[in-house]
């Protein structure tokens, strides 16, 4: 009896817990889901967007949080007051380095990257990554392009309207490059098979086609590192799982391709076999026929 009523009193507190932290994401959206919210700094005269978008931030990875997790207890009164101090968290205060993210290594990447040798201290997670509505799309989305898409958008989001148009005039066929692989792919020193943070200048940026195009593809250890190994040997070498049907100098096979070049190639064999037979026992009989 005891215990029943016990579980009782959990299922109710647990319910009490989630219905607050319901009404305080529908407080929290009743503005913030405005697209028009914006804010102004009194110094820069800066002004910066406030819209949350709730469905975007509900596939989030931090969907699980409430508001005030992140953000200061001030915040739980609306209209905030004048005086609400906003807390400046960073990953590494909420994710410890065991976790899967391994983040105090991300961090330590991050501040050897050349956006952290030109912007400093203010350039962090969030410079890239919004916090209320980023998602996990390389060990999550199944479909590689969209995972490409997804994260060069980030790159893009900065450095769209910098970059020269001729940076990457020594790729060919350059379109069908950023359909198949991420910025990060050439432009981020890989580090322990994770995906890297550590940003290095253009100069050093991968720009020889074997990097890429080759049985040791990079991009077995970044982009497609992600790929159970079931799925990868469904068609031999991962012609559809890995590139993506992109080709791929002696990466790229195909089971089917495989076994028919197997079975031609036996095919000849025996055929070289059977012509090097017949053309012996004629030779021969003709040696007979001399004598």
Same mark, same amino acid.
Request: glycine share 4%.
């Given at each position: 009896?005891?215990?029943? +009523? *016990?579980? /009782?009193?959990?299922?109710?507190?647990?319910?009490?817990?989630?219905?607050?932290?319901?009404?305080?994401?529908?407080?929290?959206?009743?503005?913030?889901?405005?697209?028009?919210?914006?804010?102004?700094? &009194? =110094?820069?005269?800066?002004?910066?967007?406030? +819209?949350?978008?709730?469905?975007?931030?509900?596939?989030?990875?931090?969907?699980? *949080?409430?508001?005030?997790? %992140?953000?200061?207890?001030?915040?739980?009164?609306?209209?905030?007051?004048?005086?609400? &101090?906003?807390?400046?968290?960073? %990953?590494?205060? %909420?994710?410890?380095?065991?976790?899967? +993210?391994?983040?105090?290594?991300?961090?330590?990447?991050?501040?050897?990257?050349?956006?952290?040798?030109?912007?400093?201290?203010?350039?962090?997670? #969030?410079?890239?990554?919004?916090?209320?509505?980023?998602?996990?799309?390389?060990?999550?989305?199944?479909?590689?392009?969209?995972?490409?898409?997804?994260?060069?958008?980030?790159?893009?989001?900065?450095?769209?309207?910098?970059?020269?148009?001729?940076?990457?005039?020594?790729?060919?066929?350059?379109?069908?490059?950023?359909?198949?692989?991420?910025?990060?792919?050439?432009?981020?020193? #890989?580090?322990?098979?994770?995906?890297?943070?550590?940003?290095?200048?253009?100069?050093?940026?991968?720009?020889?086609?074997?990097?890429?195009?080759?049985? @040791?593809?990079?991009? /077995?250890?970044? *982009?497609?590192?992600?790929?159970?190994?079931?799925?990868?040997?469904?068609?031999?070498?991962?012609?559809?799982?890995?590139?993506?049907?992109?080709?791929?100098? !002696?990466?790229?096979?195909?089971?089917?391709? @495989?076994?028919?070049?197997?079975? /031609?190639? !036996? =095919?000849?064999?025996? !055929?070289? *076999?059977?012509? /090097? +037979?017949?053309?012996?026992?004629?030779?021969?009989?003709?040696?007979?026929?001399?004598?």
């Amino acid at each position: 009896m005891i215990k029943k +009523f *016990l579980t /009782l009193i959990f299922v109710l507190l647990s319910a009490v817990s989630f219905a607050q932290e319901e009404q305080e994401e529908i407080i929290c959206f009743d503005c913030h889901s405005d697209e028009s919210l914006t804010k102004t700094d &009194e =110094l820069t005269k800066q002004e910066t967007s406030l +819209f949350i978008s709730p469905e975007k931030f509900k596939n989030s990875v931090h969907k699980n *949080l409430s508001c005030t997790d %992140c953000h200061s207890p001030d915040f739980e009164e609306t209209p905030h007051p004048e005086g609400a &101090e906003k807390v400046g968290l960073t %990953c590494i205060d %909420c994710h410890e380095e065991g976790d899967i +993210f391994r983040f105090e290594t991300i961090q330590s990447q991050l501040e050897k990257s050349i956006h952290f040798e030109k912007i400093g201290e203010e350039f962090n997670c #969030s410079s890239c990554h919004n916090l209320h509505d980023f998602y996990i799309s390389a060990r999550t989305e199944k479909e590689i392009k969209k995972t490409i898409e997804y994260n060069n958008s980030f790159c893009i989001s900065c450095h769209n309207d910098d970059l020269p148009e001729e940076a990457h005039d020594f790729l060919p066929h350059k379109d069908r490059h950023w359909q198949a692989v991420r910025c990060i792919d050439c432009h981020a020193k #890989s580090e322990d098979k994770m995906v890297s943070h550590f940003i290095v200048k253009k100069e050093d940026a991968v720009r020889t086609c074997k990097e890429c195009h080759s049985a @040791n593809s990079i991009l /077995l250890q970044t *982009l497609y590192q992600f790929n159970t190994e079931q799925e990868r040997s469904k068609q031999g070498f991962f012609n559809s799982v890995i590139l993506n049907n992109s080709y791929v100098i !002696g990466a790229t096979r195909n089971y089917y391709f @495989n076994l028919i070049s197997i079975i /031609l190639s !036996g =095919l000849t064999i025996i !055929g070289i *076999l059977v012509h /090097l +037979f017949f053309r012996i026992k004629l030779q021969n009989r003709n040696s007979d026929g001399k004598k």
